[in-house]
């Protein structure tokens, strides 16, 4: 699991963010959950950088969402990226699927 502490995911947060999720993928295999529990904010380019980062998983491994906020909620829904992810209400959710 892998918790994002922040409450934006913006534009001036989408690099670092993007490069941090690079390092923590790196090595990745099987199942990855991204926690957005403290997420209350995310604009395109913080979805560009999920998006990125998820392809960035080797063959194999899967990126799931897990707490998204109802903003952030919303904004997946609305980019049809709900149907991208696997996303789950809650961590405790996601690590008992």
């Known amino acids: 699991m892998i918790t994002v502490d922040a409450d934006r995911i913006d534009a001036a947060?989408?690099?670092q963010f993007k490069d941090r999720m690079r390092e923590l993928l790196a090595d990745a295999s099987g199942r990855f959950v991204l926690n957005l529990e403290r997420v209350d904010f995310i604009d395109s380019s913080g979805l560009g950088a999920i998006v990125a980062a998820m392809?960035?998983?080797?063959?194999?491994?899967?990126?799931?969402?897990?707490?998204?906020?109802?903003?952030?909620?919303k904004v997946f829904?609305?980019?049809?990226?709900?149907?991208?992810?696997t996303i789950y209400p809650?961590?405790?959710?996601?690590?008992?699927?």
């Open 55 to 73: 392809k960035l998983m080797p063959p194999g491994a899967k990126l799931e969402l897990a707490g998204l906020s109802p903003a952030v909620d």
């Open 90 to 97: 809650s961590a405790d959710t996601a690590l008992s699927a």
């Open 13 to 15: 947060v989408a690099i």
């Open 77 to 85: 829904r609305m980019t049809r990226m709900d149907s991208i992810f």
